[in-house]
């Protein structure tokens, strides 16, 4: 079985190669290591977000995965794009596998035309559930707000959501998009005493149950209505993209929250600025941005009704390292059980 695994300067290709050595295989493993070049970690931001923005034809992949692919079982990566270019050229592959939870560089729908599945990981799933968490509380309780005007010499004792400031547990949280992360963010809010609702077109209130969650499953509408902080969970596929809009924003309370720890093309911008301008909801958090970072005349700067923080919700130091041994772990599992929940496209393994 060749495995070809493609490393970069933030998930070295060293330990991409160690972990695939550990796949349980009943053939003999050979692991083809390649390295998607960055001049350093600075120049793979930029890619890595242009990638994000502009989908897996947007750079280069390294030539020797040109040449690699072709006969290659298996391909493992960080980051590194895979176009249908690079897919087309691969005349026996039957796993794609990306240690992060983005699909951002990953042509999936080339994959499936192929029937490759194309599985991934959610390395940073606790650490971006605890910083939903940490959004909440920074700007429901103005956290962020008195920190910064601390700073600037000002006392500050009176905010915009004065009149409606309470504690948690008091709130009902809404999270759409109830999978790895927004499951642990309902796990956690539950744990504050939180009531907890929730809208996710591929889980049920049957499927809630029997993880013993107290969740209740509810139409989108119904969650945007009755919450009291709104937490997206989303990936950004076709149907996603652009669906949290003036709709849903407009059903919203005025003394709701809406917090977004997932991708921003989730969210229509402008809609949002027009919601918290017009004090048509109570507030926002957001850890991620249609373009980052921020242009110093963002009109996002200019409320004061949002707390922002730059995409650093799953930024823990152990996360990265462990990543290649999660996603072994999962295709070990994947291979046994002959299913899993982090194969995206939904192909059986043959």
């Known amino acids: 079985m060749k495995i070809v695994v493609v490393g970069d300067i933030v998930v070295s290709t060293e330990l991409l190669a160690e972990a695939a050595l550990r796949l349980q295989a009943d053939e ?3 692991v083809v290591p390649c390295t998607w ?3 350093d970690r600075l120049d793979f931001r930029r890619k ?8 897996p034809d947007a750079e280069e992949p390294p030539q020797q995965l040109l040449e690699e692919i072709v006969d290659a079982d298996i391909l493992m990566v960080h980051f590194c794009p895979i176009s249908r270019s690079v897919i087309e050229k691969a005349e026996n592959l039957k796993l794609i596998a990306t240690c992060r939870g983005g699909m951002e560089h990953i042509d999936v729908d080339a994959a499936t035309e ?3 599945p194309v599985i991934h990981v959610i390395r940073n799933a606790e650490a971006t559930s605890d910083f939903a968490i940490g959004l909440m509380f920074a700007e429901t309780r103005n956290i962020a707000r008195a920190h910064a005007a601390m700073k ?3 006392w500050l004792k009176d905010y915009v959501n004065a009149g409606y400031t309470t504690t948690m547990r008091e709130m009902t949280l809404g999270v759409i998009g109830l999978g790895n992360i927004g499951k642990l963010v309902a796990e956690k809010a539950l744990g504050l005493g939180m009531k907890v609702i929730g809208h996710d077109p591929y889980i049920s209130q049957e ?4 993880k013993g969650l107290e969740i209740q499953m509810l139409s989108k509408e119904e969650v945007f209505r009755q919450a009291d902080i709104v937490s997206l969970h989303l990936r950004v596929t076709p149907e996603t993209e652009n ?3 003036k709709k849903y924003l407009n059903l919203m309370k005025p003394t709701a929250y809406l917090i977004n720890t997932s991708r921003a093309k989730v969210l229509v911008k402008e809609d949002l600025l027009e919601a918290l301008s017009n004090r048509k909801i109570g507030g926002a958090a957001l850890d991620v941005f249609w373009d980052e970072p921020l242009e110093e005349d963002d009109p996002l700067l200019k409320l004061d009704n949002i707390t922002l923080t730059p995409h650093n919700a799953g930024s823990v130091v152990d996360a990265l390292p462990k990543s290649p041994k999660l996603l072994v772990n999962t295709i070990n599992e994947y291979w046994n059980k002959k299913k899993s ?3 995206v496209n939904h192909i059986d393994w043959e």
């Open 28 to 30: 003999e493993i050979k």
């Open 37 to 39: 070049e960055t001049k």
């Open 48 to 55: 890595a977000q242009n990638l994000e923005l502009h989908g």
């Open 114 to 116: 192929k029937s490759i």
């Open 152 to 154: 600037n010499g000002v």
């Open 207 to 210: 499927q809630m149950d029997e």
């Open 243 to 245: 669906s949290i809009n």
């Open 341 to 343: 929940d982090m194969v």
